[in-house]
Structure formats: structure tokens, C-alpha cells
């Protein structure tokens, strides 16, 4: 009996640990593993077509902005330098698939506008939402900051993609990553899910006591036609030795 006992226990603690033994949920994304980040290579001339039509003016070169701009008259200076035309955007990310309505081949592009004298306090700058079917814009939506793709998805089965996006940062060796899973459905930005801080890395800092600390996505009570449960594990390990060993330390939203 005592050995059944252990065997359980043992299970238990590997399913808390290893995603694909929780057979009633499958992985939306697991944080903890090493992503690759490939280059998108955009022609210039696709680049100057999308910029074109979301943005009424803007310079091609961060090296044109005017250095003697003000932006002390508005609330928002970021909002005068882009009334301004002080933005030199480019587009970070892509995907393509039906966000705004099901049927319909679109492309989706992320773009950073980049605002003239924007400064690590402000991200660097906003980020948007471009969304085309062939050469027609369909819908251009602030992503608050969102700036990569890291899943496309239609969890529900509707026909409509929804992403899950994130944001980062790295200060002082240490670097921060946040979540959000969104969807564009009739060309406006909804929020499914805000998972909050989904990656946190303090090894080049190299300072004592230095952790990585990363989420676990998953999906369970999947029925077509309603969205999915979205659930969230978070795990630490050690900088210390070559091998992580991760261990499950909170579940939900981080705090």
C-alpha cells in the first residue's frame, strides 16, 4: 500500500512539472522553453504601401526628427509628435490569417511608430495594429505596447484568429515579458486575457540570488463554439548550474 502511495505522489509531482502529463489541458505556450526569434524580412516597397496608408506623415529615418520639436504645449507628447508627423515607424512583426472576420484572408502587421525623442520610460515609443485584406486597410488599433506574436490561434473555433502577444523590457540585467491574449474580431482590439508579467530573468545581472522565473499557459474545458479555459502556472529555478530545475511556485496571474 505504502509503495501505491508513493507511486501516486510521484505522479502527481511529475504532472505538476511536466505539462503533457495533465491530460486534461494541453499547452497554449510554455514560457519556460527557449524561443526562436527569426527576422521577419518585409520589401521595402511592402513596408511603404502598409506605412502609407496607416500613417497621414512620417519620416523614413529616426535621424530626420526635428531635435527642436515641442512637445511640452500637449498632455500627451507622444500624441503631438505623431499629430506632427515626428515618427519614424517600421513594421516588427507579422501573421497571416482571419482576425477581424472569418472567411477572409488578411495580413496583420505590428508597428512600432517610434515618436521622435520617445525614451526607454516610454517604451521607445507606441505600438499599433495594422490589419489589410489584399491592399485595404481594414483596421488600425493602438496595441498597448504589444510588439511580438508568439501564437496565433482560433481557441473557440469560430473562424476568427486571436493572438497572444507580448511586450518586454530589460533593465539592470534583468528582463521582463508580458503577456496578453487579444482578438480584432470587427477591427477593435478586445482583451482576452491579460496573463501579466509571463517572464522574469535576473541572470545577467549576475547578481546573488539571481532567478528565472516563467509561466506555463494552458487551455482545458475546450468546447467549439466558447472560448476555452485559460489557466497559468509559474515557475523559478536558480541561475546557478548549467541545468534548470524549475519548480512550481504560484498559479494564476502573478502578483
Not at 489541458?25 to 496607416?54: G, M
Not at 515607424?89 to 472567411?103: H, Y
Not at 473557440?156 to 486571436?162: K, L, R, T
Not at 522574469?200 to 468546447?223: K, M, Q, W
Request: aromatic share 6%.
Amino acid at each position: 500500500m505504502k509503495i501505491i502511495f508513493l507511486v501516486l505522489a510521484f505522479v502527481s509531482c511529475a504532472a505538476a512539472q511536466n505539462p503533457a502529463l495533465q491530460k486534461d489541458r494541453e499547452v497554449l505556450l510554455d514560457f519556460r522553453v527557449d524561443r526562436k526569434v527569426s527576422e521577419i524580412r518585409i520589401p521595402a516597397a511592402t513596408q511603404r504601401n502598409v506605412l502609407s496608408k496607416v500613417f497621414r506623415k512620417y519620416l523614413t529615418d529616426s535621424n530626420r526628427c526635428n531635435s527642436e520639436f515641442d512637445t511640452s504645449k500637449g498632455t500627451d507628447p507622444l500624441a503631438e509628435a505623431r499629430k506632427a508627423g515626428q515618427i519614424a515607424p517600421s513594421i516588427l512583426d507579422m501573421a497571416t490569417g482571419s482576425f477581424t472576420t472569418a472567411g477572409q484572408t488578411q495580413t496583420l502587421y505590428v508597428i512600432s511608430v517610434s515618436e521622435c525623442n520617445a525614451s526607454h520610460a516610454d517604451n521607445f515609443g507606441t505600438k499599433r495594429v495594422a490589419i489589410f485584406a489584399g491592399q485595404q486597410l481594414v483596421a488600425d488599433v493602438d496595441a498597448d505596447f504589444a510588439s511580438n506574436i508568439v501564437r496565433k490561434t482560433d481557441l473557440n473555433n469560430d473562424g476568427i484568429n486571436e493572438l497572444l502577444m507580448t511586450t518586454g523590457d530589460m533593465a539592470q540585467g534583468t528582463v521582463i515579458e508580458m503577456g496578453t491574449l487579444v482578438s480584432f474580431q470587427n477591427g477593435r482590439r478586445r482583451v482576452i486575457q491579460d496573463f501579466g508579467t509571463v517572464v522574469e530573468d535576473s541572470c545577467a545581472s549576475e547578481a546573488p540570488g539571481a532567478t528565472s522565473d516563467a509561466s506555463v499557459l494552458y487551455i482545458s474545458d475546450a468546447v467549439p463554439g466558447n472560448m476555452p479555459k485559460l489557466t497559468q502556472e509559474n515557475y523559478s529555478t536558480s541561475c546557478r548550474g548549467k541545468a534548470r530545475r524549475w519548480r512550481l511556485v504560484s498559479r494564476g496571474k502573478r502578483q
